[in-house]
């Protein structure tokens, strides 16, 4: 199998320094509700929120925290209230509860935006400065695939918990964490004949290399296919796979998912532990539903991975896969999408020195997801 690292454009370097992954925003149909999805569930902390009893009347927002995870849940109270809000609630009339926003934190806002619109990004939002008793934010925002988009934060000269509007909340019910830590990466899925597109504005706009390139020869199962290139930042804290379909007997995952997210959007992201027996363990027993893998993956899992320090009889009543590189391995596991679209679903992952991607699971993987595929007519 052919996976190809690309060589290092002599030119890649970032158009602008990124610290890491500021929010993950979602568009979602009751973010009440799914706010309590994340904490009993995934084990999120509700730390702070934003509606109409406490000044924004047209949306409500949810800001959950794990680590150095930040997810904000936003919904439209009422569409006619706003321009916003009618744009919220169209998002999510369209593509189901998704994610809008991958923010980035930035040093300098102002300064990114020009470099990335000086590049070609599309402009979502000119810098605007947000300010209460804390301090101040500047956030601008580029698009990026489909309605997703790229929050530029810059927070220097803020001190407050997140951003100026949101008030610190502390609910009768918190969730308890699972050990979740950082966002490892973030899958994006595009149409057919467009992947080179968007690593083209990625490395073009953002300065962004070409990490690894997965072919069609690689990620083939009978039926489905796609197509992958790994986009990434200078200091690698940010990673944005994109994905497009190939042609196979059948329709690919990729397929349906722009079938029913109806376009492009992001496929799945990535969670880091530093336990993942343990963290998985745990998400298990709280409902959260992950892949199955056949008992067939662990007989052979140990010629092909050699020595690993977590037991294969633990690994395989958890169904969690392992992948070796050059570097050390990894430990994975998707989860079920978490809404009913076939769309948007998460991975775990524990990286033991590895950097990669888990090419060598993308078999089982693939085949884990056709049985599902079949299951919901959609093969
Ligand atoms: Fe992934």
């Known amino acids: 199998m052919a996976t190809t690292s690309a060589p290092l454009p002599e030119t890649a370097q970032d158009t602008f320094p990124i610290n890491g992954t500021d929010f993950i925003e979602f568009y979602v149909g009751n973010a009440r509700q799914a706010s309590l999805y994340y904490r009993s ?29 930040r997810f904000v849940l936003t919904t439209a109270i009422r569409p006619d209230l706003s321009p916003d809000a009618a744009y919220i609630a169209e998002h999510v009339h369209k593509h189901g509860d998704g994610v809008r926003d991958l923010a980035l934190w930035v040093d300098d806002a102002r300064e990114a935006y020009a470099r990335a619109i000086e590049r070609g990004a ?66 994006g899925n595009v149409e057919l004949g467009k992947m080179n597109h968007w690593v083209d504005f990625y490395a073009g706009v953002m300065g962004f290399r070409n990490l690894l390139t997965f072919d069609d020869k690689d990620i083939s199962t009978e039926y489905s296919s796609l197509m992958s290139k790994v986009m990434a930042n200078g200091n690698d804290r940010i990673k ?5 379909p190939a042609s196979g007997k059948k329709k690919s995952q990729i397929e349906e998912y722009l079938d029913f997210y109806v376009g492009p959007g992001v496929q799945h992201m990535a969670l880091a532990t530093d336990d993942i027996v343990e963290t998985v363990s745990t998400l298990r027993d709280r409902g959260v539903e992950f892949l199955s893998i056949p008992t067939s993956y ?72 056709e049985r599902e595929q079949a299951l919901r007519g959609n093969l």
Request: hydrophobic share 35%; proline share 6%; charged share 25%.
């Open 41 to 69: 569930a995934f084990g999120f902390e509700l730390v702070a929120y934003r509606g109409p009893e406490n000044g924004t009347r047209d949306r409500a927002s949810y800001l959950l925290q794990q680590g150095k995870v």
């Open 122 to 187: 599309q402009s979502v939002a000119e810098p605007r400065v947000l300010r209460d008793d804390d301090g101040e934010v500047v956030i601008a925002a580029i698009r990026t695939y489909g309605e997703t988009i790229h929050s530029l934060v810059e927070r220097r000269n803020y001190r407050g918990l997140f951003l100026p509007g949101f008030v610190p909340v502390t609910p009768h019910y918190q969730g308890t964490p699972v050990g979740l830590k950082y966002v490892d990466h973030c899958v």
């Open 298 to 369: 662990y007989d052979e899992l140990q010629g092909r991975v050699g020595r690993i320090d977590e037991p294969v009889d633990v690994l395989a009543r958890l169904g969690i896969l392992v992948d070796r590189d050059p570097d050390g391995y990894l430990l994975q596991i998707f989860t079920r999408p978490v809404q009913d679209r076939p769309t948007v679903f998460y991975e775990i992952i524990q990286r033991k020195g590895a950097k990669s991607f888990g090419k060598g699971n993308f078999k089982a993987l693939f085949e884990s997801i």
């Open 240 to 244: 944005f796979p994109i994905n497009e």
